[in-house]
């Protein structure tokens, strides 16, 4: 679903509080119960540094990414974006205690595919026998792929009950609670989670 956006104004706009790569990426659209969500992921250039802040792609490729041609590259953040949609769909029905929507999954597993695909494998002299790495070394999609793979690891070997939603009525954050008791309730106790204490504090002395 495309909003209607607001543009992230900050150098460094991206939330970091998902603690993991896709998570981050679903956080891109910042502030989205509102009607006017902020998109961080704005032009290409933001997805390919989001990428590389995220861990995704060494900085290098993101440099030389970043001065290809701009209209593949907005072909490429459109496709971003959509998938970054189905990843969050898939998570906002998980979280309402229902199986995801297989068009969701069939859109994730298309992207995940291709982005299999764009990789090879090289020979390594260490730690393994051999490195993966992408194939055509630059093209504009890499930045896609490499969120793609990091979906993919978030669904596949990541504990469910361990992706949350921040509790927060306003807030759609999601997270990976590695809290030792599991049960980290906010995105960030800065932000939404003292917002939330004062708000109880504030109905409770009514
Ligand atoms: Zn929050």
Not at 59 to 88: C, P
Request: aromatic share 4%.
């Amino acid at each position: 679903m495309e909003h209607d956006v607001r543009q992230a104004e900050s150098a460094n706009p991206f939330e970091w509080s998902g603690g993991h790569p896709a998570l981050d990426l679903v956080n891109t659209l910042d502030e989205r119960p509102s009607s006017t969500p902020i998109e961080n992921l704005a032009t290409y250039h933001d997805l390919t540094r989001f990428a590389a802040l995220a861990g995704l792609l060494d900085r290098r490729t993101a440099a030389r990414l970043q001065r290809l041609d701009s209209r593949s590259g907005s072909y490429i953040l459109k496709r971003a974006r959509k998938l970054r949609e189905h990843l969050h769909d898939v998570l906002a029905t998980a979280n309402s205690g229902r199986p995801a929507r297989q068009p969701d999954l069939d859109a994730l597993s298309a992207a995940i595919q291709a982005a299999h695909a764009a990789q090879t494998l090289v020979s390594s002299p260490s730690p393994g026998l051999a490195n993966r790495r992408w194939s055509p070394a630059l093209t504009p999609e890499i930045p896609l792929h490499a969120c793609s793979l990091a979906i993919e690891c978030l669904l596949v070997d990541e504990d469910r009950k361990r992706i949350r939603k921040c509790s927060a009525s306003d807030c759609d954050v999601y997270y990976l609670d590695t809290s030792k008791g599991r049960r980290r309730q906010w995105c960030s106790m800065k932000g939404c989670g003292n917002r939330e204490k004062q708000r109880r504090w504030r109905s409770a002395t009514r």
